[in-house]
């Protein structure tokens, strides 16, 4: 279970005296004779009781969360995910000594901390915990994001590439399933029958904390959203050390497509999207070379030991595909991009400014406007059309339809399997 520093600390009882003040209003000392005080002002060798000093109250997080994670977790320990033993044949990984060693040794390594993934899921607990209680129908798309980037930037304590945002806070609407973010300008307004897909990133020394949940208003979709946070959760029990992509597939559709959803006395199947899946993540790099489609098929591909992968699961009443549609915001740079000579000086600037920022961490347009950037849509495109950026824009299923999104981050050990962004949500 996740430490919360949301709850409020249980301070001490205040000791009998505070501040050096006695409970005598002559300044005596409990217990002693008629006198001893006024003795002891006249200079007499008598020594008074130490007072206990007050313990300094614990740190309350504020809310919304601003307070950094570093004034909770001083010692730079943060918990652990939900733990869950290997399968069948890999159940020995729990108690082998080797495997054991192997992690301590893990943990030695700056680069290879743990540390860094569990802050990073923290703050995405902390964040979203808010996010889920403060977004409300009324409330502009621009607003929302804007809040939950704030709150991953305090509570991450951002530092240029060191720790901040993972990728832009994904509020994707209805039938769009992925890759929206408002960009400057954005009037889109939350409507009571919306369903909000909100997907969240942080990162801390590129280690990044990819999760996403999905909220409604109103009861029409709630089968939707349950078929989808199964799904997500089958994902998460078949996936191990030596577990096939494929099969992992097949599993996440049979949970998904057992579930039927009623709109207007109309029932619908819910449809796994046959071309969105889940991925590995690599150090600044939010999709690495594996991915576990949401569809049974013949990857043998195998979980390795070390892995660490986005489960991730979408869920459509329509036809269960998706098509790039809309005008676009989300940004990275191509990891292993060419080193290309730019006709557009003011691409190689903006080039300079992406390097600087963001690396190979995705950003949106937003986050440019933030850093003083303007009139760069134009340097923007050439870098995307020399092959240097990539482009997202939204992933839409039929206008209409309804899509939901759940995920989690899941780290294989060498011992077990830990869900690092589990929380008492989902």
């Given at each position: 279970?996740?430490?919360?520093?949301?709850?409020?600390?249980?301070?001490?009882?205040?000791?009998?005296?505070?501040?050096?003040e006695?409970?005598?209003?002559?300044?005596?000392?409990?217990?002693?004779?008629?006198?001893?005080?006024?003795?002891?002002?006249?200079?007499?060798?008598?020594?008074?009781?130490?007072?206990?000093?007050?313990?300094?109250?614990?740190?309350?997080?504020?809310?919304?969360?601003?307070?950094?994670?570093?004034?909770?977790?001083?010692?730079?320990?943060?918990?652990?995910?939900?733990?869950?033993?290997?399968?069948?044949?890999?159940?020995?990984?729990?108690?082998?000594?080797?495997?054991?060693?192997?992690?301590?040794?893990?943990?030695?390594?700056?680069?290879a901390?743990y540390?860094?993934?569990?802050?990073?899921?923290?703050?995405?607990?902390?964040?979203?915990?808010?996010?889920?209680?403060?977004?409300?129908?009324?409330?502009?798309?621009?607003?929302?994001?804007?809040?939950?980037?704030?709150?991953?930037?305090?509570?991450?304590?951002?530092?240029?590439?060191?720790?901040?945002?993972?990728?832009p806070?994904?509020?994707?609407?209805?039938?769009?399933?992925?890759?929206?973010?408002?960009?400057?300008?954005?009037?889109?307004?939350?409507?009571?029958?919306d369903?909000?897909?909100?997907?969240?990133g942080?990162?801390?020394?590129?280690?990044?904390?990819?999760?996403?949940?999905?909220l409604?208003?109103e009861?029409?979709?709630?089968?939707?959203?349950?078929?989808?946070?199964?799904?997500t959760?089958?994902?998460?029990?078949?996936?191990?050390?030596?577990?096939?992509?494929?099969?992992?597939?097949?599993?996440?559709?049979?949970?998904m497509?057992?579930?039927?959803?009623?709109?207007?006395?109309?029932?619908?199947?819910?449809?796994?999207?046959?071309?969105?899946s889940?991925?590995?993540?690599?150090?600044?790099?939010?999709?690495?070379?594996?991915?576990?489609?949401?569809?049974?098929?013949n990857?043998?591909?195998?979980?390795?030991?070390?892995?660490?992968?986005?489960?991730?699961?979408?869920?459509?009443?329509?036809?269960?595909?998706?098509?790039?549609?809309?005008?676009?915001?989300?940004y990275?740079?191509?990891?292993?991009?060419?080193?290309?000579?730019?006709?557009?000086?003011?691409?190689?600037?903006?080039l300079?400014?992406?390097?600087?920022?963001?690396?190979?961490?995705?950003?949106c347009?937003?986050?440019?406007?933030r850093?003083?950037?303007?009139?760069?849509?134009?340097?923007?495109n050439?870098?995307?059309q020399?092959?240097?950026v990539?482009?997202?824009?939204?992933?839409?299923?039929?206008?209409?339809?309804?899509?939901?999104?759940f995920?989690?981050?899941?780290?294989?050990?060498?011992?077990?399997?830990?869900?690092?962004?589990?929380?008492?949500?989902?």
């Amino acid at each position: 279970m996740a430490v919360d520093p949301l709850a409020a600390p249980t301070e001490d009882p205040a000791p009998a005296h505070v501040n050096g003040e006695d409970d005598n209003d002559e300044g005596e000392e409990d217990g002693a004779p008629e006198g001893a005080a006024a003795g002891w002002r006249e200079g007499k060798k008598k020594k008074k009781k130490k007072k206990p000093k007050k313990k300094a109250n614990k740190p309350e997080q504020s809310d919304p969360p601003r307070i950094g994670l570093s004034k909770f977790f001083p010692d730079g320990t943060y918990p652990e995910g939900q733990i869950e033993e290997y399968k069948d044949d890999n159940r020995w990984r729990t108690t082998s000594e080797e495997k054991r060693y192997e992690e301590k040794m893990i943990m030695q390594d700056p680069e290879a901390n743990y540390n860094n993934i569990r802050k990073a899921a923290e703050v995405h607990r902390l964040v979203r915990k808010h996010a889920k209680k403060y977004i409300k129908p009324g409330m502009t798309m621009t607003h929302i994001a804007e809040t939950i980037e704030d709150g991953i930037r305090a509570l991450v304590e951002e530092n240029g590439l060191e720790a901040g945002i993972g990728f832009p806070t994904g509020l994707s609407l209805n039938h769009c399933a992925a890759h929206y973010t408002p960009n400057a300008g954005d009037t889109i307004v939350l409507k009571q029958g919306d369903v909000l897909k909100v997907d969240i990133g942080v990162q801390v020394k590129g280690r990044i904390c990819d999760s996403a949940f999905t909220l409604n208003f109103e009861p029409t979709y709630d089968k939707l959203l349950e078929a989808v946070k199964a799904a997500t959760n089958t994902g998460i029990r078949e996936a191990g050390i030596d577990a096939r992509l494929g099969e992992i597939g097949g599993a996440i559709q049979e949970t998904m497509e057992s579930y039927e959803v009623e709109v207007n006395g109309k029932i619908l199947p819910v449809k796994a999207i046959e071309n969105l899946s889940g991925h590995t993540i690599h150090p600044y790099q939010i999709h690495g070379r594996k991915s576990v489609l949401l569809v049974k098929n013949n990857d043998q591909t195998k979980m390795e030991e070390g892995d660490y992968f986005a489960i991730e699961t979408f869920g459509s009443t329509g036809r269960g595909k998706v098509v790039e549609q809309g005008e676009c915001s989300h940004y990275a740079k191509i990891w292993d991009a060419p080193n290309v000579q730019l006709r557009l000086t003011t691409a190689q600037s903006l080039l300079k400014t992406i390097n600087k920022n963001f690396g190979t961490i995705p950003f949106c347009r937003r986050y440019l406007d933030r850093l003083g950037e303007s009139r760069y849509l134009l340097a923007l495109n050439h870098l995307v059309q020399q092959g240097v950026v990539n482009s997202y824009p939204p992933l839409c299923d039929a206008p209409g339809s309804m899509t939901a999104q759940f995920e989690h981050t899941i780290l294989l050990r060498p011992t077990v399997k830990e869900v690092v962004s589990r929380g008492d949500d989902y």
